[in-house]
T-cell receptor, first 115, second 116 residues
């Protein structure tokens, strides 16, 4: 069975500082990993994904994420936070080897960037 | 990526009535999904809707309560039947975009439902 965990309900960062939103996963095979962002009263927007290849994945709005197989993690990062980054972030995983596998979402982390 | 629209964007309904939510995609997609999300919380998959076959429902969701139509490769509807206040939620349509591989899901803007 596959699962994904976001251990932090909320992350608070000052504008201009680096940010990290944590995600760990569990799958029986190799993972496909995703990050989505949800702004207030909006649907989920795709940020980035890891399928294979380079462990450092770059996505929209200056975000990046690093796949770490030994730690089964896929933390989302940004070198310099903006107030406009304040939103709800979801990590998601699916099993790459199972065409029938569903994408599983984490519980979400609310990112708050203070001016 | 696929562009997805949903109608209505929000609605306030009376207990015991039904609401049909429409999802329109700008390209043909095989797999469409319906999710429910309590504000600020994670997503719960209701069902998977493939064109030409019956929708597949997740545990805890049944066709009588959430009938789904998928008449073609760009459109689907979800009906929330005989509503109660517990059905108040955000309902999200999602598609799996096959351009670039069967791996990424994209979401519509959601329908915010309040049942009184």
């Amino acid at each position: 069975a596959q699962s994904v965990a976001q251990p932090e309900d909320q992350v608070n960062v000052a504008e201009g500082n680096p940010l990290t939103v944590k995600c760990t996963y569990s799958v029986s095979g190799n993972p496909y990993l995703f990050w989505y962002v949800q702004y207030p009263n909006r649907g989920l927007q795709f940020l980035l994904k890891y399928i294979t290849g380079d462990n450092l994945v770059k996505g929209s709005y200056g975000f990046e994420a690093e796949f770490n197989k030994s730690q089964t993690s896929f933390h989302l990062k940004k070198p310099s936070a903006l107030v406009s980054d304040s939103a709800l972030y979801f990590c998601a995983v699916r099993d790459a080897y199972s065409s029938a596998s569903k994408i599983i979402f984490g519980s979400g982390t609310r990112l708050s960037i203070r001016p | 990526s696929a562009v997805i629209s949903q109608k209505p964007s929000r609605d306030i309904c009376q207990r015991g009535t039904s609401l049909t939510i429409q999802c329109q995609v700008d390209s043909q997609v095989t797999m469409m999904f319906w999710y429910r999300q309590q504000p600020g919380q994670s997503l719960t998959l209701i069902a998977t809707a493939n064109q030409g076959s019956e929708a597949t429902y997740e545990s805890g969701f049944v066709i009588d309560k959430f009938p789904i139509s998928r008449p073609n490769l760009t459109f689907s509807t979800l009906t929330v039947s005989n509503m109660s206040p517990e059905d108040s939620s955000i309902y999200l349509c999602s598609v799996e975009d096959q351009r670039g591989g069967l791996d990424t899901q994209y979401f519509g803007p959601g329908t915010r439902l309040t049942v009184l």
